[in-house]
C-alpha cells in the first residue's frame, strides 16, 4: 500500500506537468509511474527493489511499458510525440538565464556531483529514498554530470551504450541498487527539476579513454596509470564528436538541457591525461596542453552545429601546489593552450578542496593575461569538498576534528563568494567514495557529516546573492 500511495502521487505530479504545458516532464513522471507499478508485483519484483539483471531488465523502457495498463501506454506514447513536436515546456520560464553564467543575480551558486540516480531524484528504490531527500533538500542550481567514455563504449566498432549498467555500489560497499548509466541519470536530473519546479543546469564532463582510442604510449609514465588517462588518439577524435551528439541527443529525448560541456576531467594531471611531460622532470615541458586542445576545438565543433545554446566550460583542473612531473601547474597549463582554444569558453573551472593549493587567483591571473576578446571570464569551483587525509585514507571521525574541517569549507566558500567573478561551488558527491572521502556522507549512508549541514545552509539562501548563512551548529 505505501508503494502505491507513491505511485499515486506520481500520477498526480504528471497532471500538474500536463496542465503547466510541461509535455515532456509528464512524459518522464509517467514512466517514473511505471517502475512503482514494476515493484508492486508486475513482472517478478515485490515491493522491495529489484537488483542485478532483473532490475536493468525491468527498468527498460520496453519493460516499463509492457507493465503499464494500455491506457497509460498510449498516453505516454502521445506526450513523447507531443513533446517532440513541441519541445521542452513547463519549466521554460526558468530556463532562460545570463548567456555567461548560472548565478546572474551574483554572489554564489551552490550544485553538486552525485553519481547514483537514485540518490539524485529517480523514484523506484525504497532503500535510497531517506537519502534522496537529503539530496534535494540540498537544492542545487547544478548538477554536474560525468561521461566515462571508457564505460559506455568500450568497442569501438558499437555506439555509446548510455544505458551501461552500474553496480549502485561504492566501490562493493552496500546498500547497492544498480542503475542504468547515463540515461538513468538524465531521467533523474529531470525528475529532481520537477521536484524544485525549475530548471537545473547541468555541466558534463567527459573522461576516460577507451583503449582503443589510446595514443601509442610516450614521455613519462610515472605512476602506473590506467589505459584510460592515455591521450585520444586523433583519428579517433570523430568517435568522440560521436559521443557528445549521443549524450546531447539522450538530453533531448528526456527533456534535460545539457548547456554546459567540459571537454575532460583533470587535464592538468595524470591520473586523466597521461604523460604531462615528455621526461620526468618538473622542468620538462608540460605536454597537457597540446592534448587538451584537440578535445576542445571537437568539442566546440559538435556543440557549434547542434541546436541550443550550449558552451564550453574551460579547465576542470586540480590545485597542485607546484609543477611535478605529473602534474602541470595551472598557470603553466594555461600559458600553453593555443589562443583559439584558451578562449574557446567564457567561463574556466578550477577544483579546489579544504587542503589544497589556493589557485583561484593564479588561474584568473592567467586566463587574463591571454587577453580573449568579450567579456571578463567568469569560474566555477567545480570540485571541493573536505574530509580525506589523501587519497585512498580514511577520513578522521573524530567529532572536533569534523567541525574544524566544516569550518574551514566554510572559509573557502565565504571567500569563493566574495571573489566578484566567482559564481558557482559544486561539492563532490553525497554519497562518499572511499577512495576520495571527502562526501556529505558515509558510503554505507548511515551518517551525515557537519559539511551536509554547511551545504544545506548555503543551498537554503533564497538568491545567491543573499548573504552567507551563518555557521550551522553541526560545524561549531
Not at 504528471?14 to 504545458?21: E, T, V
Not at 574544524?404 to 565565504?414: I, K, M, P, S, V
Request: charge should be positive.
Amino acid at each position: 500500500m505505501p508503494t502505491q500511495a507513491r505511485a499515486t502521487g506520481v500520477n498526480m505530479q504528471a497532471l500538474r506537468a500536463i496542465n503547466a504545458g510541461d509535455v515532456s516532464g509528464a512524459v518522464v513522471l509517467f514512466a517514473e509511474d511505471a517502475t512503482y507499478s514494476i515493484s508492486d508485483g508486475v513482472g517478478q519484483c515485490s515491493v522491495t527493489p529489484c537488483v542485478g539483471r532483473e532490475a536493468i531488465r525491468l527498468n527498460s523502457p520496453v519493460t516499463r511499458l509492457r507493465g503499464l495498463t494500455a491506457v497509460r501506454r498510449r498516453l505516454i506514447l502521445a506526450l513523447a510525440a507531443a513533446a517532440t513536436m513541441a519541445g521542452v515546456g513547463g519549466l521554460a520560464a526558468h530556463a532562460d538565464q545570463t548567456p555567461t553564467g548560472v548565478n546572474p543575480a551574483g554572489g554564489l551558486a551552490t550544485g553538486l556531483t552525485e553519481f547514483n540516480p537514485y540518490l539524485l531524484g529517480l523514484p523506484g528504490s525504497a532503500l535510497l529514498r531517506p537519502s534522496q531527500g537529503r539530496v534535494q533538500a540540498l537544492r542545487p542550481s547544478v548538477v554536474r554530470l560525468t561521461v566515462v567514455w571508457s564505460r559506455v563504449q568500450p568497442r569501438s566498432y558499437r555506439p555509446p551504450n548510455l544505458s551501461a549498467r552500474e553496480s549502485g555500489c561504492a566501490r562493493g560497499l552496500r546498500p547497492c541498487v544498480p542503475w542504468s548509466g547515463v540515461r538513468a541519470q538524465l531521467r533523474a536530473i529531470r525528475s529532481l527539476e520537477l521536484r524544485l519546479g525549475r530548471r537545473v543546469d547541468v555541466l558534463v564532463v567527459i573522461y576516460g579513454t577507451p583503449g582503443w582510442a589510446n595514443r601509442p604510449r610516450f614521455g613519462c609514465r610515472l605512476g602506473g596509470v590506467t589505459g584510460e588517462s592515455r591521450p585520444v588518439q586523433l583519428e579517433d577524435l570523430p568517435a568522440y564528436r560521436r559521443l557528445v551528439e549521443s549524450v546531447l541527443a539522450a538530453g533531448r529525448a528526456t527533456g534535460v538541457r545539457l548547456r554546459w560541456w567540459s571537454a575532460w576531467n583533470e587535464p592538468n594531471t595524470a591520473s586523466f591525461v597521461n604523460p604531462q611531460r615528455p621526461r620526468c622532470s618538473a622542468s620538462a615541458p608540460s605536454v597537457a596542453p597540446g592534448l587538451y586542445a584537440p578535445l576542445v576545438r571537437t568539442l566546440k565543433a559538435t556543440l557549434d552545429a547542434a541546436p541550443g545554446p550550449q558552451q564550453i566550460v574551460l579547465g576542470e583542473l586540480s590545485s597542485p601546489f607546484a609543477a611535478r612531473a605529473r602534474l602541470t601547474e595551472t598557470a603553466e597549463f594555461v600559458r600553453g593552450l593555443p589562443q583559439d582554444v584558451a578562449c574557446a569558453g567564457e567561463v574556466w573551472s578550477q577544483h579546489q578542496y579544504v587542503g589544497d593549493a589556493d589557485d583561484l587567483g593564479a588561474l584568473e591571473q592567467a586566463v587574463d593575461a591571454r587577453g580573449c576578446p568579450g567579456p571578463p571570464r567568469r569560474f566555477w569551483i567545480t570540485e571541493t569538498g573536505v574530509g580525506r587525509a589523501g587519497p585512498s585514507r580514511r577520513r578522521s571521525l573524530n567529532p572536533r576534528v569534523l567541525r574544524l574541517g566544516c569550518q574551514r569549507l566554510n572559509g573557502l566558500l565565504l571567500r569563493w563568494y566574495a571573489d566578484p567573478r566567482a559564481d558557482l561551488a559544486l561539492q563532490y558527491t553525497f554519497r562518499e567514495d572511499p577512495a576520495f572521502t571527502v562526501g556529505l556522507a558515509d558510503p554505507r549512508l548511515r551518517r551525515l557529516y557537519p559539511s551536509y549541514a554547511l551545504w544545506r545552509a548555503w543551498s537554503q539562501r533564497s538568491s545567491s546573492s543573499d548573504p552567507p548563512p551563518p555557521l550551522p551548529a553541526a560545524c561549531r
